[in-house]
């Protein structure tokens, strides 16, 4: 059984999980993974928040583009381009050698958790990569002009319309995963990685009661802000918190997760709002660019929840 | 509306089709195409012949393999036998573009025929091309180790099992394919294309009434022999007759298609089965191993239905 569970989305979060996982042995560490931006496209059910973790943690992530796998190829999205099919969302030629794996394992019964650990045997990844559920969950966001479908909002608009709300379809019904929960009580500490707040951290928190669960663990919650000097490394969290009418400081992170986390981990740049966060924190330099960032903060991070054992 | 009409399966069928389409005007020359080999595999609905067909009207059918299409990369199929997917059924990365486009198109509703126009039009293919039917039919082979189904028969366990028989699963109930039909009144003659007899053309055949539909025609059917010298050019033909007990001769098929054809095309190899042929025929050098070839054994196949007319 892990020590550790991280909460984890995007890119951000599998930075951190990397450095996790240099950190850690194997069977010290558990991802619990947001499949809110799951979606079915063409025909194949697509995980992104999945295979960026499991590419990231396999060295496959192709870091030049920030998303897929490396050494791809591109000739059946330029086929179907001439077909005039869809191809907003870019799928490489092996990166849909996962999906249809992953298709048609799930259309055969198999659960997403089951799936996904058959893809990390196969990629030679030794910690648990754990979907947060196996039923449906799917974010919405609403905007001024309507709902918009996850990755429509976030790929094919590419995160332009501003952002009124959230919605976590399925997420009332849905079970978290049992492998997570059996996990929780045996926990050291948990981790939310530097993660959407919104849309990586939220569906997971919003399945059932995950949120009290976790709030009432007696191990420690620490997040790790995704918010540096008032911008988002990557993605659209600081665009949303600034359309939310929330001022996008870490300081507004950590009041996002109030009454769930025990600490807070910031960045050198916000070093002046420590002391308007409500829970002890730490400060440290959580950009993470290299492998040695990664690892570093994955250090810092798991020194500060022990700390607040 | 078309003055001909070739039925066609495979390779050798889409040969012959290719010739055609070289000496016809595009809208005097009209395919029906065997749809019995379509089958669905991980999660796509694939048509092989209606594919090797329009890749090889297009001019993008891969002639080193025999299948498939040219400059074809293979990324998918590697990474899919590195999940431990099912591999025997090779799919290339451009292949699959159109497999999936063809996909999606039928499950939001429309019909084979409409997809196969769309991919035509893609590929500039000016010919109609018409599946059997919109309906599906599925060639099953009887052996004595049980029923395959056709693509396991052909693809996966390589026409190794021996044949007792076929069954086109569905042909009773399905339709032929309605544009198929507007054509026949107006047709100039009907040519079977030198494609297997057995899991080629009797699965259109078998669609309801439409062998003495086609036998009913004041238009000429002909048949171009798909045996030469007692062996078939290409595929499990002579093979099957061999184990269904049939001497493997022009003549045999010629006898197969009894009462349906108003005249056959025998290959000069066969010149001493004319006598024995129960309808007119012409003997000329019907193996196709260039494009003049092809082009060659077309204009003498549509001579010979003119003298018939």
């Known amino acids: 059984m892990a020590d550790y569970l991280a909460i984890t989305g995007g890119v951000g979060g599998a930075k951190l999980a990397l450095g996790l996982s240099h950190v850690l042995e194997p069977d010290q560490i558990a991802f619990a993974v947001n499949t809110g931006d799951d979606f079915e496209h063409l025909g194949f059910s697509i ?10 943690l ?23 381009e001439r ?6 969302f870019r799928l490489g030629d092996r990166d849909l050698a996962l999906h249809t794996y992953r298709t048609q394992a799930l259309a055969a019964g198999r659960s997403l958790t089951a799936v996904t650990e058959d893809i990390c045997r196969t990629l030679a990844i030794s910690q648990a990569v754990l ?19 996850f990755q429509h ?10 952002v009124t709300g959230f919605e976590f379809q399925g997420a009332d019904r849905a079970v978290l995963n049992p492998r997570i929960e059996a996990l929780l009580p045996g ?9 959407n707040p919104f849309v990586s951290v939220d569906p997971l928190l919003s399945i059932g009661h995950t949120r009290a669960l976790l709030a009432g663990l007696d191990a420690p919650v620490v997040a790790v802000s995704p918010i540096v000097g008032g911008a988002a490394i990557k993605g ?15 300081t507004a992170v950590a009041a996002h997760y109030e009454g769930l986390i025990d600490g807070f981990v910031l960045d050198e740049q916000d070093r002046a709002q420590q002391d308007g966060i409500g829970v002890p924190s730490v400060v440290t330099q959580s950009v993470m ?3 040695d960032d990664r690892i570093a903060l994955a250090r810092t991070t798991l020194e500060f929840l022990q700390s607040l054992g």
């Open 83 to 88: 077909l005039g099919g869809e191809t907003w």
């Open 187 to 195: 926990l050291k500490g948990v981790i939310i990685c530097p993660s």
């Open 131 to 149: 979907p947060m559920s196996d039923d449906p969950v799917r974010t919405t966001v609403l905007t001024p002009d309507g709902p918009l479908a």
């Open 289 to 291: 660019l290299t492998l």
């Open 58 to 80: 396999a060295e496959l992530a192709n870091r030049e583009l920030g998303w897929g796998r490396q050494d791809e190829t591109w000739a059946f999205m330029e086929t179907l």
């Open 236 to 250: 659209p969290t600081a665009k949303m918190m600034k359309e939310l009418n929330i001022p996008s400081s870490a």
């Open 153 to 162: 909002y976030f790929v094919r608009d590419r995160c332009r319309p501003a």
């Open 47 to 56: 995980s992104p928040d999945i295979d960026t973790l499991t590419y990231t």
